[in-house]
């Protein structure tokens, strides 16, 4: 049942990043999303019902769990018409992360861990739920560059692309990291305490983690805006990426 699921994820994922590529067939790239995830979805279904524990408990599972938040966050408002080059950037990443995912083994059966499952569910799933929030938001924030140049260099295309608003991209950027902020917060909390429980000192990975927290924090405090504050999002996703590379080979070993 898995492996039947798993193909029909990555065929709608790999049509939508072909798709997106031309407006002519930018809906028939956004109905690939959709389905895509829909079978991603029953996918991890699947997996959380024959798993007796957390089943995303291996660095492969929860890049296959990372890769399903970040297209559901794509999915809030990534399918409109102006939105079409978002999707460019994130759909071939989201194939491609999902592709080593099966190759690390990530759509299969979970793994063990000496973790509980409690702590895996409130720190690794918050965790990862806040880097997909960061992800889009990274997403927007290029799109945001972009835009602004073509613009300053007067494109004769920028009119026939149907781009959204450069303000209206600065506010979704700005939204999406205010709601991943609490969600990164909570998951950071789980973690500090199960450090305690262990009586261990704060590790790399939380110590990162909290520099991510903090770069954010700061980033909805200050509000920075227009290109100062795409640069930081970008910047921040660099910490992300850092980040989750660490979790991979700490949490997960």
């Known amino acids: 049942m898995v492996e039947a699921l798993f ?4 065929l709608g994922y790999g049509e939508a990043a072909f798709a997106y590529a031309s407006a002519r067939t930018s809906r028939a790239g956004t109905w690939g999303v959709r389905l895509g ?3 991603q979805t029953a996918l991890l279904a699947v997996q959380a019902a024959r798993a007796d524990g957390f089943p995303w408990s291996s660095w492969a599972g929860s890049l296959n769990l990372f890769v399903w938040l970040v297209v559901g966050a794509y999915l809030i408002w990534g399918c409109r018409p102006r939105y079409r080059l978002l999707g460019l950037a994130v759909m071939p990443l989201a194939a491609t992360l999902f592709v080593v995912a099966r190759v ?5 059966a979970g793994t063990s861990s000496h973790y509980g499952n409690l702590f895996l569910i409130l720190h690794v799933g918050f965790v990862l739920a806040a880097f997909a929030g960061f992800t889009l938001a990274a997403a927007l924030a290029a ?8 613009l300053k260099r007067r494109a004769a295309d920028i009119l026939r ?11 979704l950027a700005w939204k999406t990291i205010v709601v991943s902020l609490p969600l990164l917060t909570l998951g950071l909390a789980a973690g500090i305490v199960r450090l305690r429980e262990d009586h261990a000192g704060v590790d790399a990975l939380e110590a990162l983690t909290l520099l991510t927290w903090l770069v954010y924090g700061g980033f909805v405090v200050a509000r920075p805006a227009g290109r100062r504050a795409a640069y930081l999002a970008l910047g921040g996703f660099v910490l992300v990426i850092v980040a989750r590379l660490a979790l991979a080979g700490s949490h997960f070993a």
């Open 7 to 10: 193909w029909p994820a990555l």
């Open 37 to 39: 995830w829909l079978a």
């Open 104 to 108: 690390g083994g990530g759509t299969h």
């Open 143 to 150: 799109l945001y560059l972009w835009e602004e140049r073509r």
């Open 161 to 171: 692309l149907r781009l959204p608003p450069l303000a209206s991209l600065e506010r």
